[in-house]
């Protein structure tokens, strides 16, 4: 019995030790003093091949951060922002994967406290 379990298992806890990512802090709290730049937002997509191999997946959230920053020149980092995942089935019948996308729309702002 443990020659058919624990190969089994062992295969099961490799599996899932590849579907983990570090948790992301996306920005710092902000400054004392700012300026607001306006609403701006981002949006990064990745996909999951065949549901199990992962292709820009785990940096999403950055990425989409970073487009919507870039989007106010001068920001310096984003204020009350809002997050939404949206997945997407790729391949119709013959299911290749998922497409996994994120956007973050949020206030722009300028750190003026130096």
């Known amino acids: 019995m443990l020659r058919t379990v624990l190969p089994s298992l062992v295969t099961i806890m490799v599996l899932a030790a590849g579907c983990t990512s570090r948790p992301v802090r996306v920005a710092s709290p902000p400054?004392?003093?700012?300026?607001?730049?306006?609403?701006?937002?981002?949006?990064?997509?990745?996909?999951?091949?065949?549901?199990?191999?992962?292709?820009?997946?785990?940096?999403?959230v950055e990425r989409a951060y970073a487009r919507a920053l870039a989007r106010a020149r001068g920001a310096t980092m984003l204020i009350d922002t809002q997050l939404r995942d949206r997945w997407y089935t790729a391949g119709g019948i013959m299911i290749a994967g998922h497409i996994v996308c994120t956007d973050i729309i949020?206030?722009?702002?300028?750190?003026?406290?130096?």
Do not use: E, H, K, W
């Open 106 to 114: 949020g206030t722009a702002i300028q750190d003026t406290s130096r």
């Open 31 to 60: 400054p004392p003093s700012y300026r607001v730049l306006g609403t701006v937002r981002g949006g990064a997509c990745g996909m999951m091949l065949f549901d199990v191999i992962p292709l820009n997946v785990n940096q999403r």
